[in-house]
């Protein structure tokens, strides 16, 4: 959410920038800007709109620079136009900064900048940080920044210049993510790595409260609280290659072809078929807390907030723990019960998200164990758990998460598989289920080859309903979730998720002829049930749509459209039922012609509350 690159070196910043922003754009994209350090004065553009927008804006038009900051907007406060774009600056334009975060404090400290005499020209948050800065300057950009720092709440990523100071940049970061790139004699700074990685592979997390000072040969880094810090370059294994569209329209298409290769990634090494058990080196100390675990809490938001609830299906039915799935945003606000023996997983895909940092920081607070299930290496909730899986799904772009979901619902089955049979499951069956996990990847392979043809063409014929609704029971009903959730993000058209007994409840009030609904419909347990679901829709005339197992001849008489899955075991079912419906919700955006990888009002990675 909003992405902030700076740069100083030896090229030039615009080119940096530019690029930069263009890879930072799904966190934020609804304006954008540039400040440029020259001899005699900062320049500075600022447009609404996308980056091509300020690309062009100042294409041929730009001074030379080698020190610079950049921003790709989400708007929080003040509408997103070209004046409450970043950068801001102060009073005399001497200092301009990005930010990505929230100063949730800043009408106070507004105030008491305008009775100091500064004047504001924007409706934003940020407006008073340049002003503060300028406030205590005293020739030292470092102290002033860090002075500021002492008096704002809530949450940034910073990056400042400074007229006065011009051979070097000032970055900070508390609660929203920054990332110090090192190269030779230049140094690019950025939210995340996508803005740094074709640049160089050496990088340096700054840590909360962290503040550097960058020269294009040298940095300082001081913690606020403790001193100087020694900076830990490390070197981060990203290529270009995996942040790129690589032919595919979108990367959201991209992103669903790659998940057979994804999902073998996050098996790899994991599986031990001789004891039928999963291997998780990334939590092993702490394997023996979990297996006696009295209690699970898993704690996530959006679509990482669906993993958890099939995660909560999965280890209960395994493992027989007692397991509850929290939204990030309500667990941090009220009074959690973490008694001993409780253990919190936090998931997120981008470690990053604001709600689950701070729902993590609560949870330790409490004094509870916290495991997270993350896919951004090196991320803040990567770092702030006490230990922790990687989902490795590879650097995933498109707005809409697809294979981080898949790659989730895989490390829970390889959880769940791990607690079952320390607790009690034969080793047969820990086999039985390894085989089943084993085929995955080729099942979706092949269903990536044959539903393309189909599922364009079920696009084509709904593309202009208004309504949908999904239908699922057990673990398929976190995937209804999730299949509505890809559809309203994407295409703007209303559908809601609902248990599919649940529909008597209330949707069914909804249901008409011209009312489509997914069924997901698979030969497990509940089958006849959803059955008798379906029998409701149609009697009231709704067209429905299911997914089912493959050979299933029966179902087909029974509804208007139907997808085939193949067959596996029942938890494992979501790895295959979600992927029509990724595709499904993929087709009808792009046949509408909408923004795929930029949804409108939403951002990648949600770093305010
Ligand atoms: C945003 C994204 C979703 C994501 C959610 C949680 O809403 O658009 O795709 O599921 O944040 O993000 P996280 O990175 O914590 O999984």
Request: aromatic share 8%; net charge neutral; charged share 25%.
């Amino acid at each position: 959410m909003c992405g902030i690159v700076g740069y100083i070196g030896k090229d030039n910043a615009t080119r940096a920038l530019i690029s930069g922003l263009y890879r930072l754009e799904y966190r934020g994209y609804d304006s954008a800007g540039i400040a440029l350090l020259t001899k005699d004065n900062i320049f500075l553009k600022k447009v609404a709109g996308r980056v091509s927008e300020l690309d062009n804006a100042i294409r041929d038009r730009v001074p030379d620079a080698s020190i610079g900051i950049a921003h790709t907007r989400w708007a929080t406060h003040g509408v997103p136009n070209d004046i409450n774009a970043h950068p801001h600056t102060d009073c005399e334009k001497r200092f301009a900064v990005v930010h990505n975060g929230i100063i949730e404090n800043y009408r106070t400290l507004k105030k008491f900048l305008e009775k100091k005499g500064h004047r504001f020209e924007t409706d934003t948050d940020t407006e008073v940080i340049p002003h503060l800065i300028e406030e205590f300057y005293d020739n030292d950009l470092m102290s002033a920044v860090k002075k500021a720092c002492s008096y704002f709440k809530g949450t940034y990523g910073l990056a400042i210049i400074s007229l006065a100071n011009p051979d070097c940049l000032v970055v900070t970061r508390m609660g929203s993510p920054l990332v110090i790139g090192k190269g030779k004699d230049e140094y690019i700074v950025a939210s995340d790595l996508a803005a740094i990685i074709s640049y160089t592979d050496k990088v340096i997390y700054l840590n909360d409260g962290d503040v550097a000072e960058i020269h294009p040969d040298r940095l300082r880094i001081e913690s606020r609280e403790f001193g100087p810090v020694a900076p830990e370059i490390e070197r981060v294994t990203l290529s270009l290659e995996q942040i790129e569209r690589g032919g595919y329209k979108h990367f959201m298409l991209k992103e669903i072809y790659e998940q057979p290769v994804i999902l073998r990634d996050t098996i790899r090494g994991r599986l031990n078929y001789e004891e039928g058990i999963a291997r998780l080196h990334g939590i092993a100390n702490y394997i023996e807390k979990l297996r006696d675990a009295e209690r699970i809490i898993i704690i996530a938001c959006g679509t990482s907030w669906h993993a958890g609830l099939i995660g909560e299906y999965m280890i209960e039915s395994l493992a027989e723990i007692p397991v509850e799935v929290e939204y990030s945003s309500e667990f941090r606000y009220r009074r959690p019960v973490l008694k001993k023996g409780t253990i919190c997983i936090v998931v997120s895909q981008s470690g990053e998200t604001a709600d689950t940092l701070a729902a993590l920081r609560e949870a330790k607070r409490h004094g509870a164990t916290v495991l997270g299930i993350c896919n951004v290496v090196g991320s803040s909730i990567a770092r702030e758990t006490d230990a922790g899986i990687y989902i490795h799904a590879g650097p995933e772009i498109g707005v809409a998460s697809t294979k981080a979901f898949m790659a989730q619902i895989m490390t829970f089955a390889l959880l769940s598989l791990l607690l079952g049979r320390l607790r009690r499951l034969p080793v047969d069956e820990g086999r039985d289920i390894i085989n089943a996990i084993r085929r995955i990847p080729d099942q979706i392979q092949s269903l990536l080859e044959e539903l393309p043809g189909q599922i364009k063409e079920l696009a084509r014929t709904f593309k202009d309903h208004r309504n949908f609704l999904y239908l699922g029971r057990g673990y398929n009903f976190p995937v209804a979730l999730e299949g509505a959730l890809k559809l309203k993000e994407i295409s703007y058209i209303h559908a809601e998720g609902y248990p599919a007994a649940e529909m008597k409840h209330g949707p069914i009030a909804l249901i008409d002829k011209n009312m489509p609904v997914v069924v997901i419909a698979i030969k497990d347990a509940i089958y006849d049930k959803v059955i008798s679901n379906i029998e409701e829709i149609r009697t009231r005339q709704g067209i429905v749509i299911a997914v089912g197992s493959e050979g299933d001849s029966q179902l087909k008489k029974n509804v208007d459209h139907i997808i085939y899955v193949p067959k596996t075991l029942d938890h494992l079912y979501p790895l295959l039922t979600i992927l029509p419906l990724q595709l499904l919700a993929y087709y009808i955006a792009d046949f509408r012609g909408l923004d795929v990888d930029k949804p409108r009002n939403l951002a990648k990675s949600v770093t305010v509350e």
